[in-house]
């Protein structure tokens, strides 16, 4: 039971370029989270997902996008990097509305 | 916004003591509370819950306590050993909430 897994652990990116992060929990939970964290701040929802097919954006969604083609996948996509997005993004899934959050290791990522 | 916050963004125990990590909230409808602590480099790892139907609840070394009058939560660790050292975070829902709302977490450093 590995948990909330998380691909890749460490990206740099340009300015411009595009990449996707792969977020992927064993559990069965219905519930996914994307979050970023940023120095002397604490965790900020961009997007979640109640269940499989569905996406809805959180407290900073601009500049990412989201899908869950699978249940136990979720995967947060940035279509053109800004320096501002530089941060550690954490995935986390729930097995429902309130309970629990576990999360990833996470992906630190820097874009240049 | 409505927001989770902390009264101290540091604290310092010493090996053996008590901690009490103090966290503040202003969303009334808020009913579920939880307790994250993360060392350096990892993802948030959950340490306790608490539903707004509960004054308390204690896990292993660990108390959290819900004053739903002053809307205070805090975090007492018992016997605080070198491993707790770490930054820990309150979040908070609310029913109609679909995700954690985070504080800034507070830096606890245990000294020998």
């Known amino acids: 039971n590995a948990g909330v897994t998380q691909t890749p652990k460490f990206r740099v990116l340009k300015t411009g370029q595009s990449m996707t992060l792969l977020c992927a929990q064993d559990?069965?939970?219905?519930?996914m989270y994307w979050y970023r964290q940023d120095p002397g701040m604490g965790l900020r929802l961009i997007h979640y997902s109640v269940g499989e097919g569905t996406t809805a954006k959180g407290e900073v969604p601009d500049g990412y996008n989201v899908s869950r083609l699978k249940k136990q996948n979720f995967l947060l996509g940035l279509e053109s990097a800004a320096p501002s997005q530089t941060s550690v993004y954490f995935c986390?899934?729930?097995?429902?509305?309130?309970?629990?959050?576990?999360f990833g290791p996470g992906t630190r990522l820097t874009v240049t | 916004g409505e927001s989770v916050g902390l009264h101290l963004p540091t604290l310092s125990v010493q090996e053996g003591d008590n901690s009490i990590i103090n966290c503040a909230y202003s969303?009334?409808?808020?009913?579920?509370f939880i307790w994250y602590k993360q060392e350096s480099g990892k993802g948030p790892q959950f340490i306790i819950d608490i539903r707004s139907n509960m004054d308390k609840r204690q896990g292993q070394r660990v108390t959290v306590l819900l004053n739903k009058t002053v809307k205070h939560l805090s975090l007492q660790i018992a016997a605080t050993q070198p491993g707790d050292s770490a930054v820990y975070f309150c979040?908070?829902?609310?029913?109609?909430?679909?995700?954690?709302?985070f504080g800034k977490g507070t830096s606890l450093l245990v000294t020998p």
């Open positions: 979040a908070e829902n609310k029913n109609s909430g679909y995700a954690l709302n």
């Open positions: 559990m069965n939970h219905e519930y």
């Open positions: 969303n009334s409808a808020s009913d579920y």
């Open positions: 986390a899934s729930s097995l429902g509305r309130q309970g629990p959050a576990y």
